[in-house]
């Protein structure tokens, strides 16, 4: 009896997060097991090198260098993927779950790529796939977005689901730091990687929205179908103008379905101060969540780092070891087969911020008024300070507009011999 | 094998919450259905006047008027008590769990003063009690607290809990509104009640402050056991002077554990502006939980209403339905039995906003200075205003100290012969 309700674990990696686990399960064990009922045993550890230091010391036979010591141990109930990148993590996680075991993983890359097909094998080997620590580490939102919000229809996902590009927006807007500077100061911090591309491209909370977007709507979106933009053209000037405006610039991920489908995007976006977000400031995610009837349900936390990682993934062994012992493991995969298309952004609708480079000289503002109205484009703020320079910028906020007419009196102002160039095309959320 | 997978209800009470249930289980019924592979069939609702108007329509046959006839019969696997009030409520939710039904309600009074004998009854029994429509109407919180926060160590929950008094705060704040005319807006919108006692007093959040330290902490505490101060006492001028602070008073529920205790509180309370809570407004509901590994998570969301509500209970009904279809009901009775103390607020820190109305002469400030002083108690702010009466007001914040302190400070201030009275104390959050 005392037996069955011992979960014993294979543990894939042991980095920062997988030391974190570690720790968790094994110095806090006892209180862990107080809590749940079960205890908990990490039998094997598969690490590259056995020998490198590392934050976690577990005793030295428990490590294993060949995966398949863990996956094909029938013993081990549970494995936990924290190794990171896409293999061959994705092809472990695979081969445990044929295997019938439960897995619980942190990993978006594998979520947001072959995230489907893992699903499905779970559900046919009657295991778990849990992934709550893929998307904003400590938020609890993945769970809530499929059980508690499950009976309302969620018409939009609004996240900021990266903290390294908040934290340098947040830098950018309150301490008037360039991007360079802020990039800077963010890796000094640990916020950024020292090299930020996965983050600054806009390409991390690109797979952060396809997993929440799949979820919420139950049509398997991939990472790569996200149409995303990066924070590195955003200019200090931008930051300052949309100050002055009162918006602040956030990377944001937005995922958006109506009749026509499902559009997903990830681009900076100009946020007014009413707004739930405004106020999310440095390494801080959150995610708002629109539902039909429940209306905005905002989630906010720490998004990233060791301990909220592995404290996510900690609650999610819980979860399976639940279901382990009632022998129910399985039976909650979500469903992602809600036969819905991407949209293209063509249509949506939004407002939009624009910065225009002009040569100041008369009829300038009203050539350009004239294009935008004749594409059906208004709008809301028009801001030209004094200027004793020959070029000058004009900013403008538009009302709500397709981006498809946007995008046609765009090509057609910049043809406009007195425009210099479009230099910022910003998303404004409502 | 198909009845096995059909969840037969008995429904008490079709008020607002009730018809909004009985719509989304029956009308809405089918999609419900395919998202969670069982159907819903509410057998009988119990009524006090069958004849009575209702925004639902049932057919006439599912109306009972005695309570007996849903609790005692064995073909009804689910109770869902919407009628509110302690008395018959808690009474029927007993006899229900008796009988080896779950029961989902949406009635904080019953959980805040009967909960800790009920869910040791559901355990007995093997059901489920769940109440995640009880806090925070729309707001998924008391799943995340037990699941996905249940690993890590809670060290303080701080929320705004209540709608009413959110939003007559709000009024008082941003449209220069008095108490009166405040409460009388909410009233005219529907976001008070004629008697709005329960809620400006405070007892609604003493009673949702309770729930949810009851979860976090594992030791069951009474909303009576709550000490609570409403908003009735707030003037405009105090508004206006945190303002000038740059804080908001809010009504915070807050309940913290520390090595010597569990303290519960609620309070006016003024938030400073880099608080997550500082730009919750209206009728919204925020509730901050405080991890020690997890750190701050916040969630956000419409904190009354019909719609939400009972989308809180449906979703909570689809728990319940699982768990029966498995045969796992009564599995996650929370355990409450954690032997910690109540605190009394005499020995917590916090920092207070004191408004002190004086004579305007010569070494006043000095002496209440000379006071604070000697109690320990320091000021990290003073505000007097140039004034031409007999009489002014100063204001201070204090640093942190101890209630008890600041208590004897007071007693002392009071006597000084040019303090003409103590006009107001209220805590601030850091």
Do not use: W
Request: hydrophobic letters at 40%; glycine letters at 8%; charged letters at 25%.
């Amino acid at each position: 009896m005392k037996d069955k309700r011992e979960i014993v674990i294979g543990l894939l990696g042991l980095g920062t997060v997988g030391s974190q686990v570690y720790h968790a399960l094994t110095e806090k064990g006892d209180a862990l097991s107080e809590k749940t009922g079960f205890t908990y045993r990490i039998k094997r550890i598969l690490v590259r090198n056995p020998d490198k230091a590392r934050q976690a010391k577990p005793p030295r036979e428990l490590f294993v260098t060949q995966a398949n010591e863990i996956l094909e141990d029938p013993e081990i109930k549970l494995v936990i993927e924290v190794l990171g990148g896409l293999q061959p993590a994705a092809a472990h996680i695979e081969k445990a779950l044929e295997h019938g075991k439960s897995v619980v993983t942190a990993n978006k890359g594998v979520m947001a790529t072959h995230g489907e097909k893992l699903l499905m094998l779970a559900s046919k080997h009657n295991a778990d796939l849990f992934f709550e620590a893929s998307v904003a580490g400590a938020i609890p939102i993945l769970r809530p977005l499929q059980e508690s919000m499950a009976t309302d229809r969620i018409l939009q996902i609004v996240g900021i689901v990266n903290g390294t590009t908040n934290f340098i927006l947040s830098q950018m807007t309150h301490e008037g730091k360039t991007y360079e500077e802020a990039l800077k100061e963010a890796q000094k911090l640990g916020y950024a990687e020292p090299d930020p591309t996965f983050d600054v491209t806009g390409m991390d909370a690109a797979y952060k929205i396809a997993i929440l977007a799949s979820l919420a709507f139950g049509h398997y979106a991939k990472g790569e179908e996200v149409l995303h933009e990066g924070i590195q053209g955003i200019s200090s000037l931008d930051i300052l103008h949309a100050k002055e405006l009162g918006y602040r610039i956030k990377l944001i991920a937005k995922a958006q379905c109506e009749k026509d489908g499902l559009s997903l995007l990830v681009a900076p976006t100009l946020i007014p101060p009413n707004h739930p977000l405004y106020n999310v400031e440095g390494p801080y995610n959150a995610i708002l969540v629109r539902g039909e009837r429940l209306g905005d349900i905002m989630f906010y936390g720490q998004g990233a780092g060791g301990v909220p990682t592995s404290t996510a993934i900690v609650s999610d062994v819980v979860h399976a070891a639940k279901n382990i012992v009632l022998g129910t493991s399985g039976k909650s995969i979500p469903k992602l087969d809600n036969p819905i298309s991407l949209r293209s952004p063509e249509s949506l609708l939004s407002r939009f911020y624009l910065r225009i480079q002009v040569e100041d000289r008369p009829g300038t503002l009203a050539s350009i008024a004239q294009v935008f109205a004749e594409e059906e484009a208004s709008f809301s703020a028009v801001l030209q300070r004094e200027n004793t320079a020959r070029l000058t910028d004009i900013l403008f906020l538009t009302h709500t507009v397709r981006e498809g007419s946007l995008q046609r009196a765009l090509l057609r102002v910049r043809k406009l011999p007195s425009v210099k160039e479009i230099s910022a095309i910003f998303r404004v959320e409502s």
